[in-house]
């Protein structure tokens, strides 16, 4: 599994990080993981350990934050 991060440009000129998890073989699907105010993707680790062993790739917000100019903390 590779797991990585980005920036991804939303409406208004802002900025979201995103949590990528990826399979190492092709994937054959791709779910997205949405999670409450409180919570990180972190938290959703195990779960995408499975799906990306059950070969999906795996998109989530790293946080609720969302800037103008790029990322802040977690």
Same mark, same amino acid.
């Given at each position: *599994? !590779?797991? #990585?991060?980005?920036?991804? /440009?939303? %409406?208004?000129?802002? !900025?979201? /990080? ?8 092709? %994937? /054959?699907? &791709? *779910? !997205? &993981? ?10 959703y680790e195990r779960l995408a350990t499975a799906l #990306? %062993?059950?070969?999906? &790739?795996?998109?989530?917000? %790293?946080?609720?934050? &969302? #800037?103008?100019?790029?990322? #802040?903390? /977690?």
């Open positions: *599994m !590779q797991s #990585t991060e980005f920036q991804h /440009r939303v %409406a208004g000129g802002l !900025q979201a /990080r995103v949590h990528c998890w990826r399979p190492d073989a092709p %994937a /054959r699907g &791709v *779910m !997205q &993981v949405i999670h409450g105010m409180a919570e990180h993707s972190g938290r #990306t %062993a059950s070969g999906f &790739v795996v998109y989530g917000p %790293a946080g609720h934050q &969302v #800037t103008r100019g790029g990322l #802040t903390g /977690r």
